[in-house]
């Protein structure tokens, strides 16, 4: 079975610093998924960003990108340049490359950004 | 911009009632997922639904959990009799027909069981 691994609980920053978020996970598939999801207060959640397991290249959106370590399992999302609409809850999430399978989420890092 | 609708957004009931959430998902979706999240923990895959079937659930969707998609556009999770423990927030979400793994998410029904 799958499961994701959020170490940290909260966060704190100040606007305009730069900040990293820490995930891993554990699986014995080769083609998988890897995202992360962001849920502002009260808001649904939405894509962050999404990782092929198969590119080595690291995802970027934007002010977001990811560090992928396949072999480590690990997936961390860095957030440059934060700003205050970054505050939310973040999900790290891992679906097997499947035609219907669902996604595993793991238990969210709260980040609050600080004026 | 097409988005998944969830009705209601908050439901009180009694323990043992009957509660229907339903789900409006995005029209050319194909895939259809409900999760739950109670207070401060992390967000649970209830069920995947695909060609009008269970794809597949969790140990969480027990008989007491149902799923229908009654007229092609609804996606409804039935609660047949509530418990104290099915408080929590229920999330619907699609995926397109090719699944490449972004899920949209509705806004939540917060279910409170008293």
């Known amino acids: 079975a799958q499961t994701v691994t959020q170490s940290q609980p909260e966060m704190s920053v100040q606007e305009a610093e730069t900040v990293t978020l820490s995930c891993t996970y554990d699986?014995?598939?080769?083609?998988?998924?890897l995202f992360w999801y962001k849920q502002p207060p009260s808001r649904q959640m939405i894509l962050v960003i999404r990782q092929e397991a198969y590119k080595q290249q690291n995802a970027t959106e934007n002010r977001f990108s990811v560090n992928f370590q396949k072999a480590a399992k690990s997936f961390s999302l860095k957030i440059s340049d934060s700003q205050l609409g970054d505050t939310a809850m973040y999900f790290c999430?891992?679906?097997?490359?499947?035609?219907?399978?669902?996604?595993?989420f793991g238990k969210g890092t709260r980040l609050h950004i600080l004026p | 911009e097409p988005e998944v609708t969830q009705t209601p957004s908050h439901q009180v009931t009694q323990m043992g009632q009957e509660v229907i959430l339903r789900c409006v998902p995005i029209s050319n979706h194909l895939y259809f997922y409900w999760y739950r999240q109670i207070l401060g923990q992390k967000v649970e895959f209830l069920v995947s639904f695909y060609n009008n079937e269970i794809s597949e659930k969790s140990e969480i969707f027990d008989d007491q959990f149902s799923v229908e998609r009654p007229d092609g556009s609804n996606f409804t999770l039935k609660i047949r009799s509530t418990k104290l423990e099915d408080s929590a927030m229920y999330f619907c979400?699609?995926?397109?027909?090719?699944?490449?793994?972004?899920?949209?998410f509705g806004e939540g029904s917060r279910l409170t069981v008293l």
């Open positions: 699986t014995s598939e080769s083609n998988y998924y």
């Open positions: 999430a891992f679906m097997k490359q499947g035609r219907d399978d669902k996604i595993i």
């Open positions: 979400a699609s995926s397109d027909p090719l699944n490449t793994g972004e899920l949209f």
